[in-house]
Each structure stands twice: as structure tokens, then as C-alpha cells.
């Protein structure tokens, strides 16, 4: 050759030896160039730092958790030894197999088993398997994923799986006896259903609240936690813990947070949460969250950020600019995750007052602001609203929640659902959002709003309260909204602040259902309104509207209802000429032109009738038998009557005309289609309009 050779594909840290001969073409020379080389291997330049261990023997018996500060290498092996240092290091160029079950991955020499290899953005591991007595060396490695670089010495640590003995709490009896001012910091307790009570100082190595439980610790008492005191959370169900005595030591919650769907999903695309501890650094929040969704261009940029009220947006964090940020208490943050799995936050406990700004500024929704509760237990709504009513906008006084899609509308709590939900309450660590009253204000938080739940995060449904209630749903295919209407002794026809909720924003979106104020009516979209009852008992009509595309084919429907059966609902569709009565049956059109205002559709109660009866058709019976397949109509028909059938998408297939005075008219179907259908009856004095099924 020309005395140049490249020689490609050596493995890092690996020392390669050469002989070069001349030769001519029949003999080697007997003599020869030696060398040697050894191939570099870019390792991170800082190892990671501060190893814990933590949650040991919990939540199960030979379990603990593993946790580190991250260096600067693009992934992380951990390794672990039972009675002895590690003592065998992973050789560069080499990958491993990991499996937090101790003495299940793979081993490096004897003994050395690794137990994590994963991205340096996780920073702790929980690991499995563990025997009790034994004590466990660690030992982790920095190195960047190119070439498989392991940065020596590692950082090690151990700790022993102490002999202790795990206090359940069960359906209000501790098993196997009271911990309470017996327990050593060898000790565990699991709070797995119900709430358990520590009322006498007490040292105990660590504490596990699951979604079901609660935690409290009363007055003048002190429980010292040698390892951590952890809170978890599902989508359904989240654990409270109420100090009015004092903890030390390490607190951490799991909060669950929704997952985020991806472009062109309608629900779960992300979530409105708080901080249940406070005082942590989004830097080592983030560090210690693998799964808050990240920015596919820009893994830095994450989807957690508070609102914005100089923009009008929500913020998202950049670790470049924001890891010094401090999550505040009792403020609130848009978030999403990756899983459909839970944040754990690790800081400050709040046991006292927190209060928190709000103003009415801004480019957009200026008077909207987010904020949320600030401690690790419920609030009770009712005793929320009791200190701030006066600090919201008179037009939106309560607190809007998401419930995983908010193109239906967002879930209200006002006073009116306070009323008929005394026990209501707000979950550890949810943010919601409120309107402030004109000069801005202050949302306050107090102790005394501390309560147990076991409820999830304005998802669930009504329950039956001391006013009734009544909830229209507008439907279109896939679309759906909803309005409430509420009816208490403390409301009037006017706006009542408290008791009256506009849409957020106070304009309804494309598709609605929404309505006015009977009186004083100032053009806003109420998606709570409350009537008295004397109102209600005195035929009270209440402009209704929705909002729908021309062409689009809307159902009104009664979704939910705790009012009297004795109280009849009409909707009222001016156009049409008909009056509905929703209690037995739901309304359909196909909207003619683009509907965005009220005046067409109006809501009416009567205890018997409506005032014209001759515009009722309510007395009338319509249903459809299969074999054969037949139409009736069962009733008397006051003069001569027009039917016709509409399909689902508002198209004429059949008109026919009926008897007047008979009681009993029948129409063959039997060229249909099997399917739903709207069937309106229609003459001088009578109209109704109903769906049915042909089978």
C-alpha cells in the first residue's frame, strides 16, 4: 500500500497493537515498525451526586427507592450488591440489561446486579426483591450514550432493609397493633383504607397513604419520619393528609395529572393542577418527572406553566430559563402528562393560611385568572366560596373546572351547587379557574377548609342536595354541551352573584346550549342560572340558546334532573310552532341557517299544563310496532292532522294525513328503513314532536 491505512469500527477504551513488513513480493523482511494505540472514549465530565434511599419497605416489604442527583451523561447505570461495595465496573463499549428486581438483571462480575439504565433525566429507581436484614451497596455511573462511555469512579452509597415491623390501617382498625407512640424508625405504617389517626408523638422509618385513605395528625402532636412520608392518587381517588400538629421529614404526593392525547384528540389533552407542596424548583421538579410532556423539538421546553395574564396564554417552562422557577402555593398550573400517571411533588407543607392574587387585566380573558389548593387534603367547596364570593366577578362567581374535555363546557361550582352538594370538595392539588371582580383581589386559603374526600376532580356526578336541579344537553354527532339550571329559595330572576355562572369567557363557542336572564338581561351566556321556586311555580319562561352551523342536526335533551316529577319542561321552538315536553321525550332539528343567539328556543315549567293547552300535544301517545311495522298514533286529535317523519339528517320521508276526532290512527312504515326517526303532528290546535325507533 501507500503506507496509510485506516482501520474503523474499535470499540472505546481499547488498547489495538501493530507490525508493519516490507516485503518483495516472495519474502517478509525479517525486521518490522511496531506501534500501538489506544481508543478514546468521551465519558461525562460530572458524576452524579447525592445518592438516598428511601421508602424502604414501602409500600411492600422489600421494596425501596433509589434516588440521585443527575450529572451531564445522556443515560444512567445503577448497580447494586447485597453485603459488599460493588466491585466490578461495566466496561465501556458494553450495554446492560437493567431489572429493578434485584438479582434479575444482568451482572457485572459476581454479585453485581444492574438494577436502572435510562435516560440521566430520571433520577430515581424503585427496586424490588430486597430481603429483610440485608444491607445493599449502590454504585452509579454517568455515561453518555455514543460509544457507550461509563464515567469511574462512580458514586456509591448503601443502606440496610431494616427488620421492622409494617402497621396496616384497614377499615378503621390498625393491624397488627396502634402504632401510635410505640412504633421505632425501623417501623412502617401503610394507610390503606379509611383515615387513620396518629394522636401521640411517634417515630416511624416511612408512611404510605394510599388514593383510598386519609392521614391526620392532631393538635400539639409531632410524627418524625426517618425515610419519607408518601401520598398517592389515581384519576378517581385522592389521599388527604390534615397536620394540625407537625411532621418532619420528607413529604411527597403523587398527583395524578391527565395524559396528553396528541394533535386532534378532543379529551385529556392536558390538565389544570396545583402544588399540594410547595417551594420546589420546576429544575428538580422536572428532574424528577420523566413523563411531563416535552416539546418533540425542544426537550427543554415543557407543557407545565401558569396563566399568563399579560399575554393572555398559558406559560410554558423552558429548563433553559425557568429550572430556578419556584412552584408557588395556591397558584395554579396548565400540565400534561406522558402516561396518564402521576407528579410527585416533594417541599413545603402548607398548614396555614395561603393567599393568592388575582386581577382583572390583561389583552384576553383578563378577568379570568388560575389558581388551586395548596394543601394535601380536600377543601370543601362550600367553605371556600364562604371566604371568596367576594372577590369574584359578579357574573361568574364560583370555580370552573376541567373535567378532561372543556369543548362541552366547563364544570361550575357555584353556590347553587354548594347548596345541593354540602359535602362538595376541590382534590389535593387542583387548579381551577375564577373571575376576578373589577380592582382584582385576593383567593384565600384557610385550614379550616381542610376536609377528606373520595372524590376525583370534577368529574363526578350530582348528588341529591337541599335545592333541585336540572341539566339540558345539546348533541351533534360527536358535539355535546351542557347548561344547568339550578332552583333555590336564595335565587330570583334576576342575576343572582353566587348563584348565577356565565359560559367562560362569557360568550358560548360554535356549538352550545346556553341561556338568558329572564330579567336583567345584559347579553352575557349564563351557563348556570337559578330561579326561585315561587318563579318556578308560576310558569316561568327562560330564553334558551344554541348554537349550531346551518345544517347541523341538534338534540335537546334532559340529561340529568332532581326537580319534582309533578313539574312538566317544554322547550319551546318559535319557528317550528312546537313545544316539546322533555320530561318524556328529546328535540331534534336540522338548523336551517347558522343559529348564534337566543329568541328562537325558550324553556318553560308548568306544574300541570301549559297555559294554552291547545298548543299541547303532550296527551298524545306515538310508538311504532314491528311486526307488523306500523305507526300509531293513540289519542284524540282535536281537528285534521298532518304527520311527517324526518330522518337523521333532517330529510322528509313520509307525510300522511289523519282523522280528526278518532283516538286511534295508524300509518304503514313499512317501506322505511329501520332506524330512528322524528315524527311531528301538526294541526290547528295541536303540535308534537317525538322520536322513534322502526325495527
Known sequence: GNGTYSHTGLNPETTYY???YSYNGCSYSSGFLSADATTPCAAPSTQATNFTATNINSPLIGNATLNWTRGDGTNVLVVMRANGAVNANPQSGTPYTANPAFGTGQQIGTGNFVVFNGPSTTSTVNVSNLVLGTTYHVAIYEYNSTGICYL????????????????????GAWIPSDPNGVSSAADNISVLLGNAIINTNTLINNVTVNEFSALTVTSGTVLTVNGSLNMQSSNLKYSSLIVEGSITGVINYTRHVNINNGTGS???????????LSGQSFGDFAGANFNIVSDPNNSNRKLFGPFNKSTGTYVIYDLASDSGVTLQAGLGYRAASTNNGGFVFTGNLETGDVSQAISNSGPQFKEWNLVGNPYTSYINLAAFLAVNNSQFDSNASGVYGYDGMASDGYVIWNQAYADANPSAAMTPG????VASKVGGGSIGFTPA??????TDDFIAGRSTGNISFLKLNATNGNLNYFTDFYFSDNASLNLDPGYDAAVFGYNAPEFAIYSHLVQGNTGKDMAIQSIGNSDLANEVII???INAAQGQQVTISISESTISPDMNVYLEDTVNGSFTLLNTADYSFTANTTLNDTGRFFLRFSQSTLSSPEKNGSSLQIYATSRPRTLFVKGELTAATTITLYDTLGRQVLASNLNAGSTSNNVDVSSLSTGVYVVKLNNALQQKTQKVILK
Open 543 to 545: 330564553p334558551l340558546g
Open 266 to 276: 378532543t379529551t385529556g389533552n392536558n390538565d389544570l393542577i396545583s402544588a399540594p
Open 430 to 433: 387542583q387548579g381551577f379557574l
Open 152 to 171: 469511574t469512579p462512580a458514586l456509591t452509597g448503601n443502606f440496610v432493609v431494616n427488620v421492622g415491623i409494617t402497621y396496616l390501617f384497614v377499615s
Open 449 to 454: 377548609m381542610r376536609t377528606i374526600g373520595t
Open 18 to 20: 501493530y507490525r508493519a
